[in-house]
């Protein structure tokens, strides 16, 4: 069955500070891991896509890392700031059709100032 | 940057109602979808719709819904009578070929 697990659950860091996600996936085939941002009662917003091929990709500062061989990924935060309090959900496709996104069950970040 | 647009916001339906969620989907978009996210859950996906037909759809998305492109720039779904446990936030998402899953806010749906 494909899964898609996060850790930690949830998240407190102090402003200023960084921070690293995690994703575990066990979707096969692969085809892109997604990042999304979601602030409470709102939709999801891209932060990065990627592929197989990709290792590394950075929107800001936000970075993502994906290793295909061991199906782990990362998204580092770097210098939070209090905007950053969100959910962070990994998303895994086989393709790039969106209804075969196996979902992640998020990471809650709360920023204190 | 373009929105994919959710009405209502919030919608709150009496058990056996007839709801209709509204989205207008970015307008050089081919693909659309609608997902929902029960409270404290992970996001579930419903159906997707391309070409004026639907092209996949979930278990949950069961008789009891529908979806239609009325007019080339709404993009609906409709549960016909509402269950207590249709209570979740709709998300509509759309995309262009090949590019990024854009979402819109969302629609809360309450059932009483």
């Known amino acids: 069955k494909n899964q898609v697990e996060q850790s930690p659950q949830s998240l407190i860091i102090l402003e200023g500070k960084n921070c690293t996600l995690q994703c575990n996936y066990t979707v096969s085939p692969f085809s892109n891991l997604r990042w999304y941002k979601q602030d409470t009662g709102r939709g999801p917003v891209s932060l990065t896509i990627?592929?197989?091929?990709?290792n590394t990709k950075s929107n800001g500062r936000y970075t993502a890392t994906l290793d295909a061989d061991t199906k782990q990924s990362s998204l580092h935060i770097t210098a939070s700031q209090l905007s950053d309090s969100a959910s962070y959900i990994c998303?895994?496709?086989?393709?790039?059709?969106?209804?075969?996104?196996?979902f992640g069950g998020g990471t809650r970040l709360m920023v204190k100032p | 940057e373009p929105e994919v647009t959710q009405t209502p916001s919030h919608q709150v339906t009496q058990m056996g109602q007839e709801v209709i969620l509204r989205c207008v989907p970015i307008s050089n978009h081919l693909y659309f979808y609608w997902y929902r996210q029960i409270l404290g859950q992970k996001v579930e996906f419903l159906v997707s719709f391309y070409n004026n037909e639907i092209s996949e759809k979930s278990e949950i998305f069961d008789d009891q819904f529908s979806v239609e492109r009325p007019d080339g720039s709404n993009f609906t779904l409709k549960i016909r009578s509402t269950k207590l446990e249709d209570s979740a936030m709709y998300f509509c998402a759309s995309r262009r070929d090949n590019e990024k899953l854009f979402f819109g806010s969302g629609t809360q749906l309450s059932v009483l």
């Open positions: 998303v895994v496709s086989p393709n790039n059709a969106g209804n075969m996104l196996t």
């Open positions: 990627m592929t197989f091929s990709e």
